[in-house]
């Protein structure tokens, strides 16, 4: 298992600005992933943190919006670039020991961060 | 990812079994079940995994049918803490870890 803290916990920004989140992991582990849960809804995958290269991002979230670092195998960030109050949501950090399969599937999650954005 | 359906709500009583269903009709022979649960104001807990074989660790127990297209996530002593949203995953084999999250089951462990 790995154990993943997240900086901050909780922020209240205003419109226009931009906050970065940190996602440090206990472990050096393959694979990284940056989720969106907004007010009372499920979690929705906004990229994959890959070392050394650029995030893979799901449809609806681009890069300009969520630029990602990964810079080692223990450490991601997540940017929310010029946000609205429709960025209001928890951010979540997760990170995988697999490449695939089922391993891939075994995800550890961090305590999220809670936006809002005013 | 094979589509899973969960019910919305189901109540326990402490000390009791839990059985949260799933049905994974879709599923194909190489996607595993996956079951997370996320407790109010946390991130979510991965629970356990399996492919056809039943499957138990210490905090739950996995039952797959024989034809896997369901699944029955089982919490053999339900205390209150268990109280939290039940999620089944199934995601695709050649998936990058884009583990779809539905609604889930919401359990309610009452005293």
């Known amino acids: 298992s790995a154990v993943i803290s997240q900086k901050p916990s909780r922020d209240i920004c205003q419109r226009g600005t931009s906050l970065t989140i940190q996602c440090q992991v206990d472990?050096?582990?393959?694979?990284m992933f940056w989720y969106r849960q907004q007010p009372g809804q499920s979690l929705t995958l906004i990229a994959t943190a890959n070392q050394g290269s650029e995030a893979t991002y799901e449809s609806g979230f681009v890069i300009d919006k969520f630029p990602i670092s990964r810079p080692n195998l223990t450490f991601s960030t997540l940017t929310v670039s010029n946000m609205s109050p429709e960025d209001s949501s928890i951010y979540l950090c997760?990170?995988?020991?697999?490449?695939?399969?089922?391993?891939?599937?075994?995800?550890?999650f961090g305590p999220g961060t809670r936006l809002l954005v005013l | 990812d094979a589509k899973t359906t969960q019910p919305t709500s189901m109540d326990c009583a402490e000390g009791r079994a839990a059985n949260l269903p799933c049905n994974h009709s879709?599923?194909?022979?190489?996607?595993?079940v996956y079951w997370y649960r996320q407790i109010h104001s946390q991130g979510p807990q991965y629970i356990i995994h399996g492919l056809k074989n039943n499957e138990t660790n210490e905090m739950a127990s996995l039952i797959i049918t024989e034809d896997r297209k369901s699944s029955t996530l089982i919490l053999p002593h339900a205390t209150l803490r268990d109280t939290a949203v039940y999620y089944c995953i199934a995601p695709s084999g050649g998936s990058q870890g884009n583990l779809i999250f539905g609604k889930g089951t919401k359990l309610s462990v009452k005293p």
């Open positions: 472990s050096q582990v393959t694979m």
């Open positions: 997760s990170a995988s020991q697999g490449y695939s399969g089922r391993r891939l599937g075994t995800q550890y």
């Open positions: 879709t599923i194909s022979g190489n996607e595993y």
